[in-house]
């Protein structure tokens, strides 16, 4: 696949599961904030933000 200029930055609908798979094929970024805000569970967030380090 060819590098498009300037990189994309995929949001909506991504999740941390699929976040990975956005920036191995050339995205500078992704928007992750109805999957990591989504909620009014503080711990939720903390867990999710946590998994993100991962990424």
């Known amino acids: 696949?060819?590098?498009v200029w300037p990189p994309p930055?995929?949001?909506g609908g991504i999740r941390v599961?699929?976040?990975r798979d956005y920036l191995d094929v050339g995205a500078l970024a992704v928007g992750?904030?109805?999957w990591l805000t989504g909620?009014?569970?503080h711990e939720l967030?903390?867990?999710r933000?946590?998994?993100l380090?991962?990424?």
Do not use: H, K
């Open 32 to 34: 992750l904030g109805g």
């Open 1 to 3: 696949m060819s590098r």
């Open 53 to 55: 380090r991962e990424v």
């Open 39 to 41: 909620t009014v569970d």
């Open 9 to 11: 930055i995929p949001t």
């Open 49 to 51: 933000a946590s998994r």
């Open 17 to 19: 599961d699929s976040a």
């Open 45 to 47: 967030i903390r867990s």
